[in-house]
């Protein structure tokens, strides 16, 4: 009898003791966020860092354009105004198939190159019920170029203006403001320039942004060529620059000593030296368009 | 003895209806819709949660911001996490207060009460009082409600750029049902 009341005494009391709880936290303890995937976003303001991607692909159903220039080095002095006289384009769309895969498309005037690409986030970077630290993104990419050789007296068969690239994006969104990218790469060139020059060239990408403001970031870019032949005779290519968003668009105003804006370009054929002071203003505009 | 086990017995059974006392949302739903001139924007979530404890009439209802779906491109659903709700430092909206009227929540019926207390949302509170209709039924009561939030009480700052876009005021509407709590 008195294990009863004992029980009934202790059922009573623990009722009232959850009475007496903060409605608020009781409400944490049933709406918990951690049986539930939270992927993060927006970890890069654009598909584009600067002269390289970033992990972001273009969301399903989405077209961005983009828009490039680079001008020449600002060393030339007011006879070029700056370099602001001669300028390299590219243009480029980039269409989400998923919101985890896009391809693209470009066109450049820098050695009238055509680029192909296909991006697939592998994996992203998410809290709650996943852990996952990093967002993963392959680019597998592929570029034509399409500028009459030196020399029209060789037959040089279609297969010697053939660029490949293959490039994985691993990127931490670490904060609100900062995300850190680092992105290895390997440049396969079908023909290169001379014998000394390697044909397949591996790279290390580091680059990053910094948001002063939720529309205005810091970027930067540096691509570490592995030792070799082409690491002794080219430049890394470094990248610095501001991001400005409104709206749908993206503007990026940055310096570069690289003059290409696709892989093959600026990875192992960057020959401006910074600290001569060869380089160039250049800005991308990427603008969004929802096509659902 | 016997009397002390009936007057234990009739304070379990009053345990009963005091575990009665709190409601839980067993379905929620916010809807909110920003029309400006030049566009109309939607989004929805189900993940509305909240307590009522009746004896009192207090309540708390909540949703996490980066569960709102909808938009009108994937892009704007980041801005809206991103730049003007900032879901990572705010990852709620919370309403927690009282409920004004004394209606007896035994009684079946529709009725329609106000409720006041702090409406936090994008980190920055507010003193409101928010008319809903109430409808009691057996074990569950269902709420509805319509009203509206002023971006600039929550400093929820629109660029010129898009002020054409977004609505200064966002028409908001919720729908939810609750059941005692297990």
Redo the contacts between chains.
Sequence with gaps: ?KR??FT??L??ES??L??SQD??S??DS??N?EDQI?YT??TFKSIRLINGYTSETA??N?LVFSISHRFGNVNQGIYDFFGLDQSTIRFGFEYGLT?RIDVGVGRSNFEKIYDGFIKVKITRQSTGKRNFPVTITLLEGMSVKTIDFAYDDVDYPFSARLYYVHELFISRKF??KLSLQLSPVIVHRNMVETQDDQNTVGAIGVGGRYKIT??FTCVGEYYYLLPGNTADNFNNSLALGVEI????HVFQIHVTNSTGMTEKAFIPETTGQWRKGDIGIGFNIIR?F?L? | MRKTLILLLLLFSAKQSLCQDIYTVSNGKVHFTSDAPLELIEAESDQLNGLLKISDRSFVFRVPMKTFEGFNSALQQTHFNENYLESDKHPYTTFQGKIIEEIDFNVPGTYNVRGKGSFTCHGIKQERIIKCKIVIGQNKIKVNSDFTVLLDDHNIKIPSVVSQKIAEEILVDINLELAPKK
């Design positions: 009898m009863i009341i009934i005494i059922l009573v009722c009232l959850v009475n409605l608020l009781m409400l049933i709406q966020t939270f976003d927006a969301a399903k989405e919101d904060n609100e939720n529309r968003e409104t709206g749908g969004l929802s659902k």
